[in-house]
Structures are given as C-alpha cells and as structure tokens.
C-alpha cells in the first residue's frame, strides 16, 4: 500500500479533498508501464492505418507541388487533387491519434490514485480536468481479479444489472486496469466487504 508523500503532491491533495475524513484502508495507481505496454497492442491496426493514410494523401498532395506540363483532366486536375488531399487528412490526424493513445493513458495513469476507503473505491484522476470516480462498498456485488507476475493487475467490480429501455438486462461493471499491487486491494477489499466473493 501507498501512502500519501508516494503521490505527486497535488494528487494527494485531491485524494485527502476527495476521502475527506473517511478511514483510508487501501491507496494505490495504475503501473503506467503496463498500461503502456498493454496500449501498444493498438498499433497493429493504427501503424498500417497511418501509414496508408500517409501514402494516400501524399500522392495528390506531391501532384499539387510538383506536377509540370498540362493539366491532362481538362482543368479539373488541381481541384480533383486538392479534394483528395483534404479528405486524407482527417485519416492521418485519426492514425496520429491512434497511435499516441496508449501515450495518452500512461500519463493519465501517472496521474491516477486509487483508494479504498471504509465506504467506497474512490479513482481520482488529475489530468486537463479532474475527474473523479466513486463506487460505493455496498453497490458491489461481486470481483474478477486478474493479477499479472509484476504483481500488476486488473479488478473487474460488478454492480449488479438494470433494464435498458427495451427491457433488456445489462451488467453493470467497473473495470480497475493495470492496478500496481492488485493483490493487496484485492486483500483490502475483502476485508472491508466480507460478504463479497471472487
């Protein structure tokens, strides 16, 4: 278990604000590294993706700058290139976004506190906005652990089921990813709802 200094300051800041004067039982973060490892999977749609996009755009584009002699489509060449160029685009910015991604969520985990307190599973996230998110004990009905060998893991939280306008059933579920020491929440949270089993 963490304590308090083992935050960045202004995170502890934000999880004291938040726990207020709840009994801390547990406090931890997300293992940026494997968060990281785990987004870098994506790249094996974004890289193929980016680079199509790239090559896509870049042929009217080189046309655009480079093209010498007349125009062979009867004046309509530049705009027909121009609007290919433009639509790839959009493409190459979606690539670009795919592959930063997995960047993206590192840092936010860098950033991330999670905490257990007499109450509830408290996530507070101090990234561009602060973000946090609360789950109370007695709304968990049930936990999937998936601990890695780093002693990282996953804590999937059920929490139970409602109709969705159809009259269907949904599972209601929090996911917990790339929790540093997932085992030691797993303890923490057994002790403080012993009516819960994995």
């Known amino acids: 278990m963490l304590n308090m200094t083992s935050l960045p ?5 934000l999880v004291r604000e938040t726990t207020g004067g709840e009994r801390l039982i547990w406090l931890g973060r997300p293992h940026s590294g494997r968060i990281l490892r785990q987004g870098l999977w994506s790249w094996m749609f974004a890289l193929p993706w980016t680079v199509f996009s790239m090559a896509w755009t870049s042929v009217p584009v080189s046309v655009l700058l480079f093209a010498q002699g007349p125009d062979k ?4 060449g530049i705009p027909a290139m121009a609007v290919m160029a433009l639509f790839g685009l959009p493409f ?3 690539g670009l976004s795919m592959m930063a991604e997995p960047f993206r969520a590192a840092a936010r985990a860098r950033q991330t506190a999670i905490a257990l307190t ?6 507070v996230t101090n990234g561009r906005a602060v973000v946090v998110r609360s789950i109370p004990l007695t709304s968990i009905v049930r ?9 990282s893991g996953d804590l999937r939280l059920d929490l139970g089921a409602k109709r969705d306008s159809e009259g269907d059933k ?3 579920s929090e996911e917990l990813v790339g929790v540093g020491d997932v085992v030691a929440l797993e303890r923490a949270l057994r002790a403080a709802v012993p009516r819960l089993e994995a």
């Open 9 to 13: 300051k202004s995170l502890a800041h």
């Open 73 to 76: 489509m009867g004046g309509w």
């Open 92 to 94: 190459v910015a979606i």
């Open 118 to 123: 007499g109450q509830r599973i408290v996530i």
């Open 143 to 151: 936990f999937e652990l998936r601990p890695k060998r780093d002693g």
């Open 170 to 172: 949904l599972e209601i």
